[in-house]
């Protein structure tokens, strides 16, 4: 499970509400470090440095009251090579960030910073949008995770992932596969619906499901068609869900969502914290 846990923090009060979700996991099992990350701009005046220090400082003197060993650390550099020296030099088993806070991290999960860290990042990376952020409590926890596939090996590498945190809150898992529309070569005729035969889907979901309940886990399988981003948070929604698990570098659509429009649709919009394994 995750023992070693790196938190990037800006000084924004969104940036520390990841301490919500990440609470629960924080006190379900012992922890052995978490560590506040802050990163100042090349250039930043002593004050500054001094400032975001004392700011992280409060946020461990919080975690230390609640048991937890946390320290702090600050770098000087731009956000992403910051973040991903931390990883190469902490080695975490996860690491977890706010995408919305009002400094650095309100531009991770847009541009060339959240793609590198995204792209680069050889751990376990827990984002939380301010939507999931706003909802979440010190009581919260993960009973209901997401799992998306698309029939690919590399997909379903997250799925370890998901069970060991399924085990501390005897989470329901939904695995969903989305079939595409499927898109016309003539001109103007645009997305054509394929032919829709959604028992096929979940009866091809259905050895892994089968597999996951032998071991113990509460499991549905559900068939998505159409804009694979949207079918994920709808079923998020529908669900209640408390958390979405997903590889990056599938085969098909999974390859897709921590790249492009797909996954930044997720990370957005998806209505809890977003779980992103990255194949190695």
């Known amino acids: 499970m995750y023992t070693k846990i790196l938190l990037p923090l800006d000084t924004s009060d969104l940036a520390r509400k990841i301490l ?54 600050v770098k000087t550099g731009k956000p992403a090579e910051g973040i991903l020296d931390a990883i190469e030099e902490l080695k975490p088993d996860l690491v977890a960030m706010a995408t919305h806070g009002r400094s650095g991290i309100s531009r991770w999960i847009r541009g060339s910073v959240a793609e590198r860290v995204l792209r680069h990042c050889p751990v376990p990376l827990l984002m939380c949008n301010q939507a999931s952020l706003d909802g979440a409590s010190p009581a919260s ?7 998306p596939l698309d029939g690919s090996e590399l ?29 016309s070569t003539v001109a103007d005729l645009g997305p054509m619906p394929a032919a829709w035969e959604p028992e096929n889907i979940t009866k091809a979901l259905e050895p892994i499901a089968d597999k996951l309940r ?15 981003a949207l079918e994920i948070i709808k079923l998020a929604e529908r669900e209640h869900a408390d958390m979405i698990a997903i590889t990056t570098h599938g085969r098909s659509g999974v390859s897709r969502w921590a790249f492009g429009s797909v996954a930044e649709r997720i990370v957005r919009h998806a209505p809890c914290p977003l779980l992103v394994l990255r194949h190695q």
């Open 214 to 228: 032998k071991d113990g886990f509460v499991v549905r399988v559900h068939a998505g068609l159409g804009d694979e």
């Open 20 to 73: 919500l979700p990440l609470g629960s996991l924080l006190g379900a099992e012992p922890i052995e470090w978490v560590t506040l990350l802050g990163v100042v701009e090349p250039g930043a005046s002593q004050e500054t440095q001094d400032a975001e220090f004392s700011e992280l400082q409060v946020v461990q003197e919080e975690l230390q009251r609640q048991g937890v060993r946390a320290r702090v650390r």
């Open 141 to 147: 926890s993960f009973r209901s995770i997401v799992i």
């Open 155 to 183: 997909a379903a590498e997250v799925i370890p992932h998901a069970t060991q945190i399924a085990k501390l809150y005897g989470s329901t898992l939904h695995l969903i596969r989305v079939q595409p529309f499927l898109y």
